[in-house]
């Protein structure tokens, strides 16, 4: 069976665009999350499980942005020193498991970071990400996810600091 030169050159195009696929890792601690400010997916103070479930999750997005964003031979080492999570639970609310989401309460998070490229390590640096104007934006996350504000926050901070270069 013979290719056609246009095969040929559309087969040896798809290998060369997966050879230069973003393929960094990040590496994601949480530093005392007992104590984050808000991290309680079901009620104002979070259980075990809130606390587990949000670590979860919040490691899987910043690895997926790393995956996508970083170049080969980077590694994003990552700790997550407090969570504050868009919206409030209303101690008035006769049911406890409903966040109360207003433009008053952004989501927030404060963390420590270090790139390293081949091995080298940048200075560490410590950030606050918000996002004040998080219900003026489009949100690409589905209404039910719990991290959708937070997560689309972590989208333009990650952007702006690690975006494909």
Do not use: C
């Amino acid at each position: 069976m013979t290719r056609s030169p246009v095969t040929i050159v559309a087969l040896w195009l798809l290998a060369v665009a997966r050879s230069a696929t973003a393929a960094g890792t990040a590496n994601v601690t949480f530093v005392n999350p007992e104590k984050f400010t808000d991290a309680g997916y079901s009620r104002e103070t979070p259980t075990e499980r809130d606390l587990a479930a949000l670590q979860r999750d919040l490691e899987r997005h910043v690895q997926k942005l790393a995956e996508r964003d970083l170049a080969d031979g980077e590694t994003l080492a990552v700790e997550v020193l407090d969570v504050d999570l868009a919206g409030r639970f209303q101690p008035s609310a006769r049911i406890d498991d409903v966040r109360i989401v207003r433009d008053i309460d952004w989501p927030r998070v404060r963390l420590r970071y270090t790139l390293s490229r081949n091995g080298v390590a940048d200075p560490s640096v410590e950030e606050r990400v918000s996002d004040q104007s998080f219900l003026m934006s489009i949100n690409p996350y589905s209404s039910g996810d719990r991290l959708r504000y937070e997560k689309a926050m972590l989208d333009d901070w990650f952007r702006q600091r690690f975006g494909r270069r």
